[in-house]
């Protein structure tokens, strides 16, 4: 027979239900009636955390809360750590229910498993450990996709083909590593053009126009 509750208890059943449903089998919501002589569970979820059931003795801080002065003016405890019978690690709170009087007539409680939380914590701090570079001019490497790869590559040809950096040649020889850059298909690369000026030390400006007045010169034969 199901013993009856103190009636300020009663409407807290579906929640702890609903948490329960809610927030899933790691975390275990129950509520303790303290109105009655002996503390008893009216109602709980996912007992299956601590294996606990209708029939499990309050805990001792559960017992320090219903007797002891420093916690008359406590309506609360949250966040605080809490160890289950086989040693599981969880993360607590409890709400202490009061009547009119100021009198304690039950405990809503939660507990939730902090096992998956903390192998995610270390996951974590694994997955984002960095040891910095020690060489000067290094902060990290960097792998280039396939076309910015063929783009650097055709870059550095045309620097070895005129024997200077690029964004040292004269208007004449720009022109002329602009056709063949043209006629080798680098524009068609992704981001080809703001890699040029760069490497060229010239505005975008300035170099669509060298590409529009190359397009439009006769087509020469490649060296």
Known sequence: MQRKCHPLLKPLVPVVRLLGAMLGKDCE?????????EPFIVAIENGELT?????????????FLMTSPEAENVDFLANYPSEAANGRGMRSGVALIRDENRALVGFLCINFDMTKGLLLKDMGAFLTSLQPLSFSGFQAERFP?????????????????????LRYLDREERIECIRRLDRQGFFKLKGAVPMLTKVMGKSRYTLYGDIRAIRKAPVEPLP
């Open 145 to 165: 996709g396939v076309k910015e790869g063929h783009a650097s590559e055709l870059l550095e040809k045309a620097r070895q083909d005129f024997g200077k950096p």
């Open 51 to 63: 294996g606990r059931d209708a029939g499990a003795p309050m805990t001792d801080l559960g017992r």
């Open 29 to 37: 919501i129950l509520l303790h009636d303290l109105s009655r002589g």
